[in-house]
């Protein structure tokens, strides 16, 4: 059994326009989203063991709040150039070449492409992820390789506006 988590980079900044798309950062909701939900999520009991990242900034620095969290060093996040404007097929390949040694994923991108992966993958209807959502599932698979034709099911589905966690 494998845990897969894709999780939307937190809510970003439009304010500077000579900076790249690729380039954006976290605006203030999204450095204050990132950490919210990555401890969310770890005091769930939800671990993870390695995580990828597009290597759009908004995106690592969204990546980086959960390795924060969960005690990852920056030097060990996964950052693939991939994931960014990644559509269905890109993250099919790029969790298939996940090391066996990884047990607990965690996968950060974008949309639309996340959003259509997710609720493409058959375990829960998913027509929208918001920004920083995290979108968790299990699998059956003995091997990351085997991540397309094993059998998985829904696990949750988060976001930082969710009214179950609203006080």
């Known amino acids: 059994m494998r845990t897969l ?23 203030d909701r999204g450095r204050k989203d990132a950490p919210m939900m990555a401890e969310r999520m770890r005091r769930a009991g939800h671990p993870i063991d390695v995580i990828l990242t597009s290597t759009a900034r908004r995106a690592e620095r969204t990546a980086m709040a959960f390795a924060q969290a969960y005690g990852i060093r ?22 298939t070449g996940i090391g066996d040694a990884y047990r607990h994923a965690a996968v950060f991108s974008h949309n639309p492409g996340i959003t259509l992966f997710a609720g493409g993958l058959g375990v829960a209807a ?16 003995v091997s990351w390789s085997d991540f397309a ?4 099911r829904f696990l949750f589905f988060d976001w930082p506006k969710n009214p179950l966690h609203q006080r």
């Open 5 to 27: 988590y894709l999780i939307r980079h937190a809510k970003s900044g439009w304010d500077d326009p000579s900076l790249s798309d690729h380039d954006r950062p976290l605006n």
């Open 74 to 95: 920056d030097g060990d996040l996964v950052r693939t150039r991939g994931l960014y404007h990644a559509e269905a097929g890109d993250f099919l390949r790029i969790i």
């Open 126 to 141: 998913i027509d929208h992820m918001p920004t920083c959502a995290i979108f968790g599932l299990v699998t059956e698979a």
């Open 149 to 152: 034709a094993a059998p998985r």
